[in-house]
């Protein structure tokens, strides 16, 4: 098939990582379809946007359903909708944020693998790059309700991988390590915040701060996402810059080492 019929939805693509992916898939033949929850148009954006909110089973289906009606196929779903929390406690978060954060950064990406996959099996190929974190391998202390979701994201994607791959779909999960983009400026804060966390709270929040001034920009996420898209044989998990040395320590690294090491880089009590 000629790249340039291949037919690429991205989700999440107003700003950030989902933003700069769906212009690197366009410049690289793909005719790209973002979405965002009020769709409209991305200033300089060489894709058209669809309105689609992923918390909703009416919503994913009718854009779906509407980008099918006028492409035929989707070849390449890019899951990336998603929000992250500002620091804080496990205890500090009701149940209610729990499920919200769930509801947009987990079940969005059930919600659009569900309603593209059967186009995708009949079709007899299709691609799912699902957008994780390094927390979803590593841990984050202050950062446990995002954590779960991004564990949840990797261990769904190796899964549905093993199901898909006799189908002529491959799904991957791309894990990146701190991007410096303008999800960091809409974080959710808890809701039920308890003075004891408050100080440590706001060290962790300083410190992800600095580590954001020198940290990537979401172009090395998009690289990645086209190199695991393209790969005729794909790697289950990709690691963008930091990300994979960080990888190989969760990997080789004692635990005793890698939990001393998490504390001290957060400036935490060792």
Known sequence: ????????????????????????????????????????????????????????????????????AREGRIDLLVNNAGFGVAPAAAEESSLDQARAIFDTNFFGIIRMTRAVVPHMRRKGSGRIINIGSVLGFLPMPYMALYSATKHAVAGYTE???????????????VEPAYINTPFEANLMAPDAPLDVYRDICIGVE???????????????????????????????????????????????????????GVRKDLRLPV
């Open 206 to 260: 300083k410190r992800v701060k600095e580590v954001l001034v020198n940290a990537d920009g979401p172009e090395v996420v998009a690289e990645m996402v086209l190199t695991a898209a393209q790969a005729g044989r794909p790697k289950m998990h990709y690691t963008p810059g930091l990300a994979k040395r960080m990888q190989l320590l969760r990997r080789f690294a004692p635990a005793s080492v890698l939990d001393a």
């Open 159 to 173: 899964a549905l991988d093993h199901e898909l791959r006799t189908l002529g779909i491959r799904a991957v999960v």
């Open 1 to 68: 098939m000629n790249m340039k019929q291949k037919i690429a939805l991205v989700t999440g693509a107003s700003s950030g990582i989902g933003l700069a992916t769906a212009q690197r898939l366009a410049q690289a033949g793909y005719k790209v379809y973002g979405t965002s929850r009020r769709g409209g148009t991305v200033k300089g954006a060489s894709f058209e946007m669809l309105a689609l909110d992923v918390t909703s089973d009416a919503s994913v289906d009718a854009a779906v359903e509407q980008l099918m």
